[in-house]
């Protein structure tokens, strides 16, 4: 199967971040959220995207132009008919992309497959509530989308070859450089980095070095680009705090016990930047 259309549910940081890469990758994109304002906020930050790419002498106003050529907003679910891959980018909450996804399987084609940019939801347990479980596949997006060159392709327990091979050919065709994963909460990327960031919150909270020079250890001396807990407020510790909920949960390995610190900064409302405070103050 090659796909030329993409439908993509949710126009939030993740949603528009794979419009961008699909559009201006010569793929044509439908991208559908509740409202015309979230929907037309979505498209303006990928026009703010793009602008920025001009600045900087990597793509030309043509280029733009033509990209957002490529991208339709819409509130209906009714125009990702048009779509041979549906991508739910929704919020990271089990009931919603459920809810969400078994409308899409109801409406599309039995042909179209659908995939979830969950980062740590089980594919196999989302493929299931479907009526294509075989056709039903992870794509992990990391965030800024457009910058980021990794797509951990997660199959299902259920997923064939056939829509493995279609998603990682459509991944690799936005010049990403997908690997293929199997199904287990936090797949690699968020299994290794989510427990390395508990970690450094209890470093802190152990008082053995301030918040400033974990993380410069940690760029310094690991070459990290950020450190962790300037990652967790980019994040959002509640989001940090969750995911270690759900291994916790899932594992039933005392290891991934969230920290008491990160627990108590949630508490407080304190969730990083999106908050204006978190590690740090913003």
Known sequence: MTIQTVGIIGAGTMGNGIAQACAVSGIDVVMVDISD???QKGLATVAG????????DKITAADK???????KVSTSYEDLKAAQLVIEAATENYELKLKILKQVDALVAPEVLIASNTSSISITKLAAATSRADRFIGMHFFNPVPMMALVEIIRGLQTSDATHDAVKALAEALGKSPITVKNAPGFVVNRILVPMINEAFFVLAEGLATPEDIDAGMKLGCNQPIGPLAL???IGLDVCLAVMDVYLTEFGDSKYRPCPLLKEMVAAGRLGRKTGQGVYTY
């Open 65 to 71: 132009a033509a990209a957002l050529a490529r991208i």
């Open 49 to 56: 995207s793009l602008d920025r790419l001009i600045k900087k």
């Open 37 to 39: 304002a979230a929907v």
């Open 232 to 234: 967790a407020d980019m």
